[in-house]
């Protein structure tokens, strides 16, 4: 597939910026006529995702380069830039972001009735930061957007949630802006090492990876960038948020979060953590594996005992983010390609396990456990879809979870077999809760069925279902050209860390301790 030179030249500004084209068009609608602004969203996500094709389809899978790059001055004299750009490292995130989009409105046709106007302006101005995150390559313009993405995802909690919908706004905001902070500070602090060391001052990220820092700024910063990430992904002990997040936010807003927003934490770690700070990255390592293995197992442990099934679904994605932060802490090929197709995976079916316990929460309005049973007697469409969503996420073979947690646990073998086998737990594990969860809800004796009021799923739901069942099996079958177009990016990324961090400790003294490396304490 091939686009016009014009378009193609400016593509990627036009995927960031055409949902705040779509929000303006909202803002004058009238208020009163909510399935027209329902249908104008649909169809600005829609074409979102259609632009995204080209991006997909003439993207060279056999270069690391950005490519459909777009180079704008912005403030010069500081060095800022409207930078954009696109490698095998932020595409599938990309499109990830545009297809799960018009999914999650299709979602909120049934769900949302109060302030839709404002509900879908939000919507809008947060796939703007989040899809201006993966094509930003100026720390600035990374900054901005990824501030951006926290004021629509606060109001969609904080208005539309449920119950205790403030409390799980005001934790989510807290926390992740928090991390924010002491990102903000670190940039800073690169910012004015580069300027003092180059004598420029410049935000570009491909000129900040040329910088050797000081190992013992690396130490500092990859702990403040990292902190920053590790709250979004968000990982162990730093997951809190999450589940109150998840539990009280509208099911498109758990979609999103779950399919998109946790993996800016990941690829935070990419993009930026990883290679700016490399020697830290390797000196970290065994701990951030430690906290990811908890991550798995915990996540697990107390998935297994909610009796909310979105609680449930809330904690298994800590722990199938453990598996991603294991994925790419091995860094090797392997693991990393993994850890990047596991974070489409858990969008894809996580994603879908949402949608599924939104669809009998608007028939039932109850996610509790004990109020279902033998369901599947009633609607079965809807028992087929949830079983074919639960064992992508339990990682059935021939379907996409098994994909990501089979290259995952390659990757990590060869750096962390200790670690790995204790991973392998959280495979069982969650094979177990997922199972029991689905024989508790969905087969049995038919208890509550004349309180339930259930119906099979219509059009609708069979039409935003169809395309993550789709790719589930696409990618457990054959992922190799999702694999592709990651190859080269991925490949030299890790030789780009394994170099820098070999040339920085070759000077170091002979023998040198990590306690003298950072904090002059002699062995």
């Known amino acids: 597939m091939t686009g016009s030179p014009n378009l193609m030249a400016n593509i990627l500004t036009i995927l960031i910026f055409l949902p705040l084209a779509g929000a303006f068009v909202l803002f004058f609608l009238p208020r009163e006529n909510g399935r027209a602004i329902k249908h104008v969203t649909f169809v600005v996500t829609l074409v979102e ?67 839709v106007k404002e509900f879908m302006i939000f919507m809008l101005v947060l796939e703007v930061g989040m899809v201006g995150v993966f094509l930003a390559i100026d720390l600035f313009l990374f900054y901005i957007f990824w501030e951006l993405v926290l004021i629509p995802m606060y109001f969609l909690i904080g208005v539309w949630g449920g119950e205790r919908r403030i409390y799980a706004a005001v934790k989510f905001f807290i926390y992740t802006f928090a991390g924010s902070v002491l990102m903000l500070v670190a940039i800073m602090a690169l910012y004015f090492y580069n300027y003092k060391v180059t004598g420029v001052y410049t935000t570009e990220i491909s000129a900040l990876y040329n910088l050797n820092l000081p190992v013992k700024m690396q130490f500092w910063m990859f702990l403040a960038f990292g902190l920053a990430f590790a709250f ?168 996409n979870g098994f994909v990501g947690e089979f290259l995952i646990m390659l990757g990590a073998f060869k750096t962390s077999p200790i670690a790995t086998v204790f991973a392998t737990s959280g495979v069982i594990l969650a094979a177990v809760y997922m199972l029991w969860m689905v024989q508790r809800v969905l087969f049995g004796k038919l208890t509550n069925a004349h309180k339930l009021h259930l119906t099979d799923m219509n059009p609708r739901e069979i039409a935003y279902m169809a395309p993550l069942i789709l790719f589930i099996f696409w990618i457990g079958v054959y992922p190799q050209p999702f694999l592709r177009k990651m190859d080269a990016s991925v490949n030299a990324f890790v030789q780009q860390i394994h170099a820098k961090r070999q040339a920085a400790i070759a000077s170091a003294p002979v023998g040198e301790t990590l306690m003298a490396r950072y904090f002059d304490v002699r062995k």
């Open 49 to 115: 995702f259609l632009l995204s094709l080209p991006v997909l389809f003439n993207f060279d899978g056999a270069t690391a380069a950005m490519q459909f790059t777009q180079k704008v001055a912005w403030i010069p004299q500081f060095g800022i830039g409207y930078n954009v750009g696109v490698d095998g490292i932020s595409l599938w995130l990309l499109m990830l972001t545009t297809f799960i989009m018009p999914i999650a409105v299709l979602s909120t046709y049934a769900a949302v009735e109060k302030h």
């Open 232 to 399: 979004k992904v968000p990982m162990f002990p730093f997951h809190t948020w999450l589940p109150d997040a998840h539990v009280e936010a509208p099911t498109s807003g758990s979609v999103i979060l779950a399919a998109v927003l946790l993996k800016m934490g990941t690829y935070g770690f990419l993009r930026l953590a990883m290679p700016l700070f490399p020697v830290a990255t390797f000196d970290l390592m065994p701990l951030i594996t430690v906290l990811a293995v908890i991550g798995i197992i915990y996540g697990a442990l107390v998935a297994m005992v909610q009796k909310d099934i979105k609680k449930l679904v809330a904690y298994s994605s800590v722990s199938h983010l453990g598996f991603v932060m294991l994925g790419l802490f091995a860094l090797n090929l392997q693991g990393i390609e993994g850890g990047i197709l596991q974070m489409i995976n858990h969008g894809v079916s996580t994603g879908a396990l949402f949608l599924g316990v939104g669809i009998i929460y608007e028939r039932s309005h109850t996610r509790q456990i004990s109020d279902f049973g033998g369901i599947a007697k009633i609607v079965p469409l809807f028992t087929l879809t949830f079983m074919l969503v639960t064992f992508s996420s339990i990682g059935l073979p021939g379907l």
